[in-house]
DNA sequence: GTCTATATTGTGATAGAC
DNA sequence: GTCTATCACAATATAGAC
């Protein structure tokens, strides 16, 4: 893509709304919100300017007036879509509290976050999957300026849980990275996978969205019950 | 993209091999083999045929005289790839074995077969995000003619294994379709998302191999605890 | 079969009027 | 701020020599 080029521009002062009705989008957030749902859909390389332009109700020049360029747009889009991701999942982890409630809370909320917007995991996964070198800058945004001290954290916190509860006889050992994985694995694949998965067991949306309701109780009841002694 | 237009080619003979050594692929081979290394790397979209040519130390009219188009390629790799990951799955689900077998069985089947080439899940899933309208063609070639039937019957022979199990009282009722993705999902997550969870996790390649060693082992362990009654 | 050269279209980006 | 018109180049695809 062509090189960078400064533009000055100011911001819109929002003046105080008169009614409670949404107030139609101004062309700038309609093309964010245009651009978010082509990227999730195409990804970044298939994405094409225009159709975020016609989504959007707009001509190409208004996106790289705002924008700049693709480029930006795209990794605005990913990296705010991947933030939430992460706001989601982490905090959950590190919270301090007795595992059964930790596994439960993490459960429920990522499914309750998620399930509004369902593409979203597999948009990202996609992503990291062909840009792998967008991955320690999304680390370091979404957990905090130091890379990887929130991982730390929270798998040390987990491993201790662990620890403290195989050594009290009340857990079966497990290795705290596998234990991680399989829970997060557990709550993340059905979106990242659900083209396929909706069609091989059949599902409409509806259905997948019982499918959820579901799940947001049993999984935890089973993953609990893998860690009985 | 452009009109289809069909070209007469014959096939090569293969001649009788003298020696033991591995022949060097022909141009042909050699295309197909680049195309799959460019194509699970960038996407289908992402991918170009200029880097497919020079991978495979060709150039690009040659692609097409080949293959013909860039999505008929595409489309090749794609079927290829994610017909392999689907035959190393379903098999082991039909099987008629007894529950502990099976469920062991399918993981130590799925890491071996997929370790050799750890980033086709991640292609897989992100293409099928990205034209989800190529679901119902990969079913229908994945399992037979018949678009669903081998689905139903992996489902339905899950569903009585586990039915019968649960009548006697040797395992905790888990409904077939979470157990099923919650299984899937155990194996295939650690490979979809290997770019952010190795970072994550501090892994390199060696670690990374390591914890799949190790998965083999305690996942079977892990998932058959859980349905403990 | 394989190459070089070229046609053709797609796509991101910019200039400049209003 | 928003538009129309256009540029520049990237990318797929084809023609035709060897």
Redesign the pocket.
């Known amino acids: ?5 400064t ?1 000055a ?4 002062v929002a003046g105080p709304r008169k009614s409670a009705a949404p107030a139609p989008p ?3 957030q309609r ?1 964010l919100d245009a651009a978010r749902r082509v990227f999730i859909r195409r990804g970044t390389a ?8 016609d989504e959007a ?17 795209a990794e605005r889009v990913f990296l705010e879509a991947a933030g939430r991701l992460f706001a989601a999942v982490v905090p959950a982890l590190t919270a301090d509290a007795p595992l059964e409630e930790l596994i439960e809370q993490f459960v429920h909320r990522y499914i309750d976050e998620v399930r509004n917007s369902p593409f979203i995991p597999g948009y990202v996964l996609a992503e990291l999957h062909h840009h792998p070198e967008r991955v320690p800058a999304l680390l370091a945004r979404a957990t905090g300026s130091e890379p990887s001290r929130m991982a730390r954290a929270a798998l040390d916190g987990l491993r201790g849980r662990i620890a403290a509860r195989v050594k009290a006889g009340t857990m079966r050992p497990v290795t705290p990275e596998q234990f991680f994985i399989t829970l997060v694995g557990s709550v993340v694949f059905p979106f990242a996978a659900r083209p396929i998965l909706t069609a091989f067991l059949g599902m409409d949306d509806a259905a997948f969205d019982r499918f959820l309701d579901q799940r947001r109780l049993e999984l935890p009841a089973f993953i609990l019950s893998a860690l009985r002694p």
């Open positions: 893509m062509p090189t960078a080029r533009i521009r100011k911001k819109k101004d062309a700038e093309i298939g994405a094409r300017m225009q159709e975020i332009a109700g707009v001509n190409q020049a208004l996106l790289h007036y705002y924008y700049r360029s693709k480029a930006r747009l």
